[in-house]
């Protein structure tokens, strides 16, 4: 699924590095968890302005693990979700499944990457997330 909108993130791959990010986006508006101190979780640029987050793995070198985007100016091949009630993202994506449900949040999945985050049946972020075993085979395991 091509996000539209956001030129940059068609040049940002996963395994890109930080240096590429800071290339693309300059310098983020948050970073939390700078260099991993918290263990095992990533390292997390927010750029509020643009509406998207990165994260990036400590475990391999901090590469590019993960895109979140909130900004309702994004398409995904000419749609716009964010905002979207739950019963409209269905209509446009039919074949998406119910990965999570519990209470006011609810995770729907596509049959690439894309998951769809709502909160109170209402789209609020589309999350880009490489698929597990892929990535680990491309970029090794953790025992590396």
Known sequence: MKIETLQELDKLKFGSSKEDALKLFGEPDVIENEGGKYGITAEVWEYKKTGIRLDFDPDFNFILVGVFVYTPKISLNGFYP???TEQELLGHYPTLELEVKD????DYVDNSKELFFLKDNIVK???VLPKISDYLERF???DN
């Open 103 to 106: 209470g006011q949040f609810s």
């Open 140 to 142: 090794g395991g953790y």
């Open 125 to 127: 972020r589309v999350d």
């Open 82 to 84: 964010i905002g979207l």
